[in-house]
């Protein structure tokens, strides 16, 4: 099957599913085709599904997964010499790390939102069904809501990096407390644990709480900062963290915390 043939696969499969979307025509468009099929994962519930559709997904993913490139995590230079800390702009769902954070909602199901720019939905997306899936039976077993500050692992599925740990961080609507603060840091501390008793060597963290959670920025880097230095000198743990950065904003107060040159 070629890229196109796959992707209307699925895209067939899916609109199939529901009565509602049966007479929805597959855009003409790449680009229209490829948010059509994103927006379908995006709002299918935890279901199953062929192995069929599957195999097809998994195909594709990958493809698409090789077209953007993948960064490898080794090779980005540290903050300073013989520092386990790395400073990377970019997107985390292209970087091969042994796990990668992702910024969750309490469900722990992903977002069910069509096309929303938060990196719970594109995590998600670019894993592939499987993803929701596992965290559903995951969720049903556990009975309750993920408590915030709290973290889960999943493997990765179609993304390069080996493992996802999906963390709760808190929901700030207006002044940043004490606890906030302290919910925050049980985020990272909660996967940089995870991250060592399942034997990983690289970690990257997203901005943890600071997009729909509102959490400032500055304030929230500088947690992330302070926790992960001290988990490190605390635990003597062999392990390289990365400090995933989306948006400039971001880039200049992590290099202005960190001491790193523009």
Request: charged share 20%; with cysteine; net charge negative.
């Amino acid at each position: 099957m070629t890229q196109q043939e796959r992707r209307n696969y699925l895209i067939h499969t899916l609109l199939q599913e529901n009565p509602a979307y049966r007479d929805l025509a597959i855009p003409s468009e790449e680009s229209d085709a490829n948010d059509l099929l994103r927006s379908l994962m995006n709002v299918r519930p935890p279901r199953p599904i062929s192995s069929e559709f599957l195999r097809v997904q998994d195909a594709f993913l990958t493809a698409e997964r090789d077209r953007r490139g993948v960064v490898h995590s080794d090779e980005l230079p540290p903050v300073a010499a013989h520092s386990p800390l790395v400073l990377w702009q970019g997107d985390i769902t292209t970087l091969q790390a042994d796990a990668i954070v992702n910024a969750a909602n309490a469900a722990m199901l992903g977002c069910f939102h069509s096309l929303h720019d938060c990196i719970d939905n594109i995590v998600h997306f670019r894993s592939g069904i499987q993803l929701r899936l596992l965290c559903h039976q995951i969720m049903q077993q556990q009975g309750h809501d993920e408590p915030t500050g709290s973290a889960k692992i999943t493997p990765a599925f179609n993304l390069p990096s080996r493992y996802i740990l999906h963390t709760v961080g808190p929901i700030v609507t207006g002044r940043v407390t004490s606890k906030d603060r302290q919910l925050l840091a049980s985020c990272y501390r909660s996967c940089l644990e995870l991250a060592v008793a399942n034997d990983c060597h690289s970690l990257a963290f997203c901005c943890i709480s600071t997009g729909e959670f509102h959490f400032p920025n500055r304030p929230a880097a500088e947690i992330a900062i302070q926790t992960v230095q001290s988990f490190l000198q605390e635990t003597r743990a062999h392990l390289r963290v990365i400090f995933n950065v989306f948006k400039e904003q971001d880039l200049r107060i992590y290099q202005h915390l960190l001491g790193v040159k523009e």
